[in-house]
């Protein structure tokens, strides 16, 4: 089970083979191949495949099950070598593989290639794999098969390949001088940002991309089950004693401390603090170590700020704001202009910190461009399960979806944050979705094949910096339906895009789903304006050359000499 191996791609094409008059049964083999896999279920529920998918989870006896089969399939949507496709031609099953990696060159022409991430080429590819099985020259097809696999990539074959290039290389290596090997070290980037997997989903690309342009990439986080990820990129990890929602002022004391240690000892060039507490606490620590470059990323000031009222909070927010960006060689990056102007406004940054990059950019490969599937209309909803997103408004405006009788199908996927005091709990959704409220699809990684699924994104959030997910939907194709706030009104094009909605107003929400559910032309004109945006305005690789030119900006500094 990884969304690389697309098998919701898989499932559609089968979806489309039901029209076969030929009864057939598809076996799903491998990790997560099995009932517990919710998302999985989810899909096949969606597609009314239950009576033909079978799930057998993770198995030993593989050669078994090869030989078992008629038809071996490759959805995937990316690959390097397929071993698979060796294994099932040899074991004589025909093979049906997406053109990825060296899958085509494995099969040749004793299989059947079809292009990735397109439902109906597969079932093309498919439907022609059951006619040819069929077919009087069907043995003479399958020898041809395990003899080509023989041939070309048998486990001997592949030991003469390897011994051939031995003796050339060892070869070369007598008659000519080693070459000399120079390490060079460039400068130290070190981010900083409370939870790895935010890291992982929000920064992964760009530090990817700075690791690539010569920086020694340094991450500082909270402990967490992604953190072995993150060390898996070649990047170096630091545990931070750091809270989300921490009240108490000795270990918020302490946090503060461990940074400012921790850039004496690894004295990064630039550090990059991402989220409210790393940008507070990180930049207060940057000045005090006398780093010589600091970057703040303001992804949201959060629901305080949209009262236009003074309050003594508001004061200590804006407070502390200005000590931490107050380095001399700084830049702060928004993600919304009513973020800038607050903060240019109360006199927190200057006119030349102030930087404006829109969101954390989206992969636009990744995320393409999908037709809209058959009904019933999907409204679906990515965040963390937290009120301030609009949660609990998503949950009553599909209360009135029901009610009036409408057929949309309201999802959410996200899981609950213990840490934070804002977070509903498990026990909520799921009694929610016992009682066919919402479908509660839990964590989710392949947000693309969320999209690609549905026909509506929904954020009904209070305040964001620029909500990725919205971005995520735009450039699937999806119209939006979001409230008007910062952040949120900044990630569409009104009437354009998407609908605007009042914040904390679920019969708004309710009456612009249904707007969007009834009419398919405005909907799909709204999807197709969304592609055009993300294409315009969120394409990761411009995010990543804007933040590579700051990089090296700040890194050049000389202003904080270190004692």
């Known amino acids: 089970w990884n969304p690389l191996k697309d098998h919701p791609n898989l499932l559609a094409a089968l979806a489309r083979l039901k029209r076969q008059t030929q009864p057939w049964v598809a076996v799903l083999v491998g990790e997560g191949m099995t009932t517990d896999n919710a998302e999985l279920m989810q899909l096949i529920r969606h597609f009314e495949l239950e009576e033909q998918v079978r799930l057998i989870g993770r198995r030993e006896d593989i050669p078994a099950w090869m030989a078992a089969a008629d038809i071996h399939i490759l959805s995937s949507k990316a690959e390097g070598f397929p071993n698979v496709v060796c294994e099932a031609m040899v074991a004589q099953a025909l093979c049906v593989v997406t053109d990825v990696g060296d899958a ?48 070309h990539y048998s486990l001997e074959k ?14 070369e290596a007598g008659s000519a001088q080693a070459p000399t090997v120079t390490t060079t070290t460039g400068p130290i980037l070190l981010y900083v940002v409370n939870n790895p997997a935010f890291f992982l989903s929000h920064r992964l690309p760009l530090a990817q991309a700075a690791q690539s342009a010569g920086f020694q ?52 060039q630039v550090v990059h603090a991402v989220t409210i507490k790393p940008v507070l606490y990180g930049g207060i620590a940057a000045r005090l170590a006398r780093v010589p470059g600091f970057l703040a990323a303001v992804s949201g000031l959060g629901y305080l700020f ?79 399960l937290l009120a301030d997103k609009g949660v609990n408004e998503f949950i009553e405006a599909a209360k009135i979806s029901q009610q009036q009788g409408e057929s949309v199908i309201w999802q959410i996927a996200g899981s609950p ?109 709204f999807g197709r304006a969304g592609r055009d945006l993300a294409e315009r305005a969120f394409d990761i690789n411009y995010v990543i050359d804007s933040h590579l030119r700051l990089y090296g900006y700040l890194a050049k500094s000389r202003m904080h000499k270190r004692p």
């Open 104 to 151: 085509a060159k494995i099969v040749g022409d004793e299989g059947i290639v079809v292009p990735p991430r397109n439902a109906e080429a597969l079932a093309t590819g498919i439907e022609k794999a059951l006619q040819q099985w069929r077919g009087p020259n069907l043995t003479q097809q399958l020898q041809a098969g395990s003899a080509r696999i023989a041939a």
């Open 158 to 171: 592949m030991v003469q390949t390897y011994q051939s290039l031995w003796r050339s290389l060892s070869s």
């Open 217 to 268: 990439v340094h991450v500082a986080t909270m402990n967490g089950p992604a953190v072995a990820r993150i060390k898996a990129q070649g990047f170096t990890h630091h545990v931070l004693p750091l809270s989300r929602s921490g009240k108490n002022p000795l270990k918020e004391l302490h946090s503060l401390w461990a940074l400012y240690r921790l850039f004496k000892r690894v004295r990064p």
């Open 306 to 384: 949209t009262d236009e009222r003074d309050s003594a909070v508001k004061r200590i927010a804006l407070f502390m704001y200005k000590l931490a960006l107050g380095h001399p060689h700084s830049r702060v990056v928004f993600q919304n202009i009513s973020d800038r102007d607050v903060l240019l406004q109360a006199g927190v940054v200057r006119c030349e910190q102030a930087v404006m990059i829109r969101g954390s950019g989206v992969d636009l490969d990744q995320f393409s461009y999908q037709s809209e599937p058959d009904a019933p209309i999907v409204a679906l909803m990515v965040a963390r």
């Open 417 to 525: 944050d213990p840490g934070n005091p804002a977070s509903l709990t498990r026990e909520q959704m799921t009694d929610w979705h016992q009682a066919g409220v919402v479908q509660w699809l839990g964590e989710q990684t392949d947000i693309a094949g969320l999209y690609q699924r549905a026909h509506i994104a929904v954020l009904p959030s209070y305040r964001e910096g620029l909500p990725k997910s919205l971005i995520e939907a735009a450039a699937c194709g999806r119209a939006v339906v979001t409230t008007d706030v910062p952040g949120c009104r900044d990630a569409i094009e009104a009437n354009v895009t998407g609908l605007l909605v009042p914040p904390k107003n679920a019969q708004a929400v309710a009456d612009a789903v249904l707007e969007l559910a009834h009419d398919t032309a405005k909907r799909q004109d």
